[in-house]
């Protein structure tokens, strides 16, 4: 998965030291998160192999692996919540994790077939409110007092998008420019070729084994049946 600014992949062995360097308590990006439990490599590594959480890790198009982002299936199916953290604070606010939130919603929309993505804030985390709000997140929700930091507690925004209102976002991207939103594995043209594939092949008569449900007269019959020729294919 690639965009403008970075591209998004699985992470190697030795990529599991980075998270863990970046994402452990007191970390500039853990202390945004909220996020005070401490994992080690060996850790993250097995989490990811059971499909506990799952890891990709940022890379910019220059090279540079920067960051990463994570999703995990909740209890619902369809329902994924996800996270993100870029290492180095200074490469905060340069659209690097913006692009890459965007990345991955697109991959859980589009290839995992996901029905809602959820994401939580901190509300003392300014970076991660402005990357939801410009992702077009829907507010849900305050839980109060749900973080803990500078001897105060802190409230928590919870967001959501649903599949109807990823496909709508991408739909008015794609009529900007048709090389934005999301991207197909295989292109339109190919799987039209193959439908007329199997289009042609039934008209043709060709053997199936729903044939007798197309052919009444056949329906006694064991043997392998043919598609009746005169019979619309496609619904035309």
Not at 40 to 67: C, F, P, Q, W, Y
Not at 137 to 163: K, N, P, Q, T
Request: overall charge negative; charged content about 25%; glycine content about 8%.
């Amino acid at each position: 998965m690639k965009g403008r600014l970075v591209s998004l992949r699985a992470p190697s062995d030795e990529d599991f030291s980075l998270i863990e360097r970046w994402l452990r308590p007191l970390t500039p990006a853990a202390i945004l998160a909220g996020d005070n439990e401490m994992f080690s490599a060996d850790e993250l590594r097995e989490l990811n192999k059971r499909g506990e959480v799952n890891h990709l890790m940022i890379d910019t198009n220059d090279g540079r692996t920067i960051g990463t982002v994570s999703w995990r299936r909740m209890n619902c199916p369809g329902n994924f919540t996800i996270g993100a953290g870029v290492g180095d604070p200074e490469l905060w606010n340069k659209g690097y994790g913006a692009e890459a939130v965007g990345l991955l919603i697109e991959y859980l929309f589009h290839f995992r077939n996901a029905h809602r993505v959820q994401a939580m804030t901190a509300l003392y985390n300014r970076y991660s409110i402005q990357t939801i709000i410009h992702g077009d997140f829907v507010l849900e929700g305050i839980l109060r007092d749900y973080f803990f930091l500078d001897g105060a507690y802190h409230d928590a925004a919870v967001w959501s998008m649903l599949r109807d209102e990823f496909y709508r976002l991408d739909a008015e991207l794609k009529a900007r420019n048709k090389e934005w939103g999301a991207q197909d594995l295989v292109p339109e043209s190919d799987k039209e070729a193959a439908r007329n594939a199997v289009a042609t092949y039934l008209a043709k008569g060709r053997p199936t084994s729903f044939g007798k449900y197309l052919d009444e007269s056949d329906a006694s019959s064991n043997r392998p049946h043919r598609a009746r020729a005169d019979v619309p294919v496609g619904g035309e």
